[in-house]
């Protein structure tokens, strides 16, 4: 039953967010800069590998452009994004830390070292990035949002909320953001603020299963079955493989005292638990079922 209250956050995805990368990874005019900057060519090649994630390929041509030219700022932002989405964090942080050395007042690379920690999952340093990255540019709506995200992953909820808040008047329609500030107010028991938040979200995202099934939580939570049933069944509708979906509608369909429904979705979870790999979901909802048949 713990499972009724599982969520899961957005990192802006660290997914999400990074996003902001585009900015870091614009190519360079050769007639404007091939003066001052001897590895153009190269540093260009390494910025079209990266678009097209090739990511050994752009690594190489950033090495060159840093041969040419040791103090490219650039070349060792964008090297750092090509090793962090290689799986070579370090490598990418010691990349960002010689750019910052270069460059101390560039808010993109504190961004992007403050990604690669949080994905180390040093939130703290993280949070130290974003925190420079904000004090350069008070319009960094991603700086915000991530630092949101490593504040709750270090359960500093209304911290989080105070930066999901600021995202939210850069960026009104940010359905993560809404999405995120409705986890963080449900951790601090402000249910009926995370019904609202998750709403909001589904009103700008109407194809996010998560949000819909958070919102079934809260709503469960708040007594509201037949709400969460309803929630439940559009976030199965939107993800089909979803177990927990299925799980949690089971629960629902059970206190609602529709026996024969919520043994089927317990059987359809316990399914796809099995596929999936989750022994310990899978027993739990073997254990339901067996319950219900008494």
Same mark, same amino acid.
């Given at each position: 039953?713990?499972?009724?209250?599982?969520?899961a956050a957005v990192?802006?995805?660290m997914?999400?967010v990074?996003g902001?990368v585009?900015?870091?990874?614009?190519?360079?005019?050769?007639q404007?800069v091939?003066a001052?900057?001897?590895g153009?060519d190269?540093?260009?090649?390494?910025?079209?590998k990266l678009?097209?994630?090739d990511y050994?390929?752009?690594?190489?041509d950033?090495?060159r452009?840093?041969?040419?030219d040791?103090?490219?700022?650039?070349?060792?932002n964008?090297?750092?994004?090509a090793?962090r989405?290689?799986?070579?964090?370090r490598g990418?942080?010691?990349?960002?830390?010689?750019?910052l050395?270069?460059?101390?007042?560039?808010t993109?690379?504190?961004?992007?070292?403050?990604?690669?920690?949080?994905e180390?999952?040093d939130?703290?340093?993280a949070?130290?990035d974003?925190?420079?990255?904000?004090?350069?540019?008070?319009i960094n709506?991603?700086?915000?949002?991530?630092?949101?995200?490593?504040?709750s992953k270090?359960?500093?909820?209304?911290?989080?909320?105070v930066?999901?808040?600021?995202?939210?008047?850069?960026?009104?329609?940010s359905?993560?953001?809404y999405? +995120?500030?409705g986890?963080? $107010?449900?951790? #601090? &028991? %402000?249910?009926?603020g995370a019904?609202? @938040? *998750? !709403?909001? /979200? =589904?009103?700008l995202?109407?194809?996010?299963s998560?949000a819909?099934? +958070?919102?079934?939580?809260? $709503?469960s939570? #708040? &007594? %509201?079955?037949?709400?969460?049933?309803? @929630? *439940? !069944?559009? /976030? =199965?509708?939107?993800k089909?493989?979803?177990?927990?979906a299925?799980? +949690?509608?089971?629960?629902?369909?059970?206190?609602l &005292?529709?026996?024969k429904?919520?043994i089927? @979705?317990?059987?359809?979870?316990?399914?796809?638990?099995?596929?999936?790999g989750q022994?310990d979901?899978?027993?739990?909802?073997?254990?339901?079922?067996?319950?219900?048949q008494?």
């Amino acid at each position: 039953m713990n499972r009724l209250y599982q969520t899961a956050a957005v990192m802006l995805g660290m997914a999400l967010v990074l996003g902001t990368v585009a900015p870091s990874v614009d190519a360079r005019s050769p007639q404007s800069v091939l003066a001052q900057t001897p590895g153009v060519d190269a540093y260009n090649r390494g910025v079209d590998k990266l678009e097209k994630a090739d990511y050994p390929g752009a690594i190489a041509d950033f090495n060159r452009a840093i041969q040419l030219d040791p103090e490219d700022a650039e070349a060792y932002n964008n090297r750092g994004i090509a090793r962090r989405r290689s799986g070579d964090i370090r490598g990418a942080i010691a990349d960002y830390n010689e750019a910052l050395r270069i460059n101390p007042n560039n808010t993109k690379i504190f961004f992007n070292r403050g990604v690669a920690y949080g994905e180390s999952g040093d939130y703290r340093r993280a949070i130290t990035d974003y925190n420079q990255a904000i004090r350069i540019s008070s319009i960094n709506s991603s700086a915000y949002f991530n630092r949101g995200f490593a504040y709750s992953k270090l359960e500093q909820y209304q911290d989080a909320i105070v930066d999901y808040n600021r995202v939210l008047q850069l960026n009104p329609n940010s359905g993560d953001a809404y999405y +995120n500030r409705g986890i963080a $107010r449900r951790k #601090l &028991g %402000d249910n009926q603020g995370a019904l609202k @938040d *998750y !709403t909001d /979200a =589904i009103r700008l995202n109407p194809g996010d299963s998560e949000a819909y099934f +958070n919102r079934g939580l809260t $709503r469960s939570r #708040l &007594g %509201d079955r037949k709400g969460a049933l309803v @929630d *439940y !069944t559009q /976030a =199965i509708n939107l993800k089909p493989t979803d177990g927990d979906a299925y799980y +949690n509608r089971g629960v629902v369909q059970s206190y609602l &005292g529709n026996k024969k429904a919520a043994i089927g @979705d317990f059987q359809k979870s316990a399914a796809l638990y099995q596929q999936q790999g989750q022994q310990d979901n899978y027993q739990d909802a073997i254990n339901a079922i067996q319950q219900l048949q008494k």
